[in-house]
């Protein structure tokens, strides 16, 4: 089945689209990559989009005009994906939508809230599309985040050593082998807020203004501080938390507890903020090598090398051998050196080398599962969301031929195999 899978990230600058070639064999789900495309957000959604999002004041007039011209959206980089790499041969079209708001209450997710109208894709393509993924999982009690835990376990699966999957867009998360998966906190979102308080440009591109500025100690100390980095798995954040409003009080709260007014260029303002990622996620790797909460393995202000020897470790966790990224993160060069540094001793790879685009990843992680909802296969880890069991996820939305095909008896497969 040839599926194209739709996403957006919480960075919300473009809508990437995956295609893929999709089928069982047994315990494997194989999978044949058809190529990707990005189609950016005209500027003047992106500007209403950000506007309504968190802490800001919306209107429902407004979130049902964004719900539309979104879907609008989608639909047109699923009609390219579907001309450019499907040759107009596309069966299904999984979307992941927009998200525009978690509602998380004291560590307990209540609700999640993705739009994009996917009747809006059907109607563009004829296809049926699978849509409203995550809020099956928070139904049945989970966290309805990362989602992409279960295609990262399926894709590693078999993998020598302890392979870890991670995941930096505007928020990072990771997967682990024994099925561990949380969100570790912001990697791009308070990096773009500080960009464009200070530049109006939406993102520090190539790190430009973090290899100009130099790390701030103090304030790193200060960020650090936040409650949910010591919070245990499962766990899940964004924008809601992680926004510029966020960014304005942890200044004003640092100068104030400096007992002055405290110069900090804007370059050193996201080299820090920078380092605050490279920092939090290298604690939560290293939190996995105790099986302990994230920071378990080391002072959260106190970055150092992965221990192999650390007593506090059960006897059935092994040490990290690999940590494997993807996601806009990647393209930022003193990020990942950072993120380098601060975990010496593990390897960092790009997903690419494995055959999954960096940037495109999730965007193939959705058309799997996708591909997975309409076999009537189930699309979540409980040991990852914190659910209480596995379920299907999403909704259908029909094509002009109705809903696709599958033949009966489809088994859950254990592993995803590239070809």
Not at 132 to 146: E, H, S
Not at 298 to 308: D, I, N, Q, R
Not at 323 to 336: E, K
Not at 375 to 404: I, Q
């Amino acid at each position: 089945m040839r599926v194209i899978g739709l996403m957006s990230g919480t960075s919300y600058d473009a809508i990437d689209a995956a295609a893929a070639d999709l089928r069982l064999d047994g315990s494997d789900l194989l999978l044949r990559p058809l190529g990707t495309v990005s189609e950016p957000y005209e500027s003047g959604l992106r500007e209403a989009l950000a506007a309504a999002l968190p802490p800001a004041a919306t209107t429902l007039a407004e979130v049902c005009r964004l719900d539309t011209h979104i879907g609008q959206a989608f639909a047109g980089a699923a009609v390219r994906a579907q001309r450019e790499l499907c040759d107009g041969a596309a069966e299904l079209i999984a979307s992941h939508g927009q998200t525009v708001f978690h509602w998380t209450d004291e560590g307990h997710v209540r609700g999640t809230l993705q739009i994009g109208q996917p009747a809006w894709i059907a109607e563009a393509t004829g296809l049926p599309v699978v849509a409203d993924f995550r809020p099956r999982d928070i139904a049945a009690g989970g966290q309805g985040a990362p989602l992409v835990s279960l295609v990262d376990l399926l894709w590693l699966r078999g993998r020598p050593g302890t392979p870890v999957a991670l995941n930096l867009g505007g928020i990072a998360n990771l997967t682990a082998p024994d099925g561990t998966a949380f969100d570790t906190g912001p990697a791009g979102a308070l990096i773009d807020a500080a960009v464009r308080r200070s530049t109006g440009r939406d993102f520090d591109a190539d790190g430009a203004m973090a290899a100009r500025g130099t790390v701030h100690e103090p304030l790193l100390r200060r960020l650090l501080d936040e409650p949910y980095y010591a919070r245990p798995a499962p766990k899940t954040t964004g924008k809601e938390l992680f926004h510029e409003g966020y960014l304005r009080a942890a200044l004003a709260d640092f100068a104030s507890s400096a007992g002055e007014d405290v110069p900090l260029r804007d370059e050193d303002v996201v080299a820090t903020l920078t380092r605050l990622t490279a920092r939090t996620v290298a604690d939560a790797v290293r939190s996995l090598n105790t099986g302990g909460p994230p920071g378990a393995t080391a002072s959260p202000h106190t970055a150092g090398p992965l221990s192999t020897s650390d007593t506090r470790r059960t006897s059935d966790t092994r040490p990290v051998t690999e940590v494997i990224a993807s996601g806009g993160g990647t393209c930022n060069p003193v990020l990942m050196a950072m993120l380098r540094a601060e975990l010496r001793g593990v390897p960092v790879r790009l997903s690419d080398g494995l055959g999954l685009p960096a940037a495109a990843k999730e965007a193939y992680a959705f058309a799997v599962l996708g591909f997975l909802t309409v076999h009537g296969l189930t699309g979540t880890d409980p040991r990852s969301t914190g659910a209480r069991h596995a379920r299907v996820l999403g909704s259908l939305t029909p094509g002009r031929g109705g809903f696709p095909p599958v033949p009966a008896g489809a088994k859950q497969p254990v592993r995803l195999v590239l070809v």
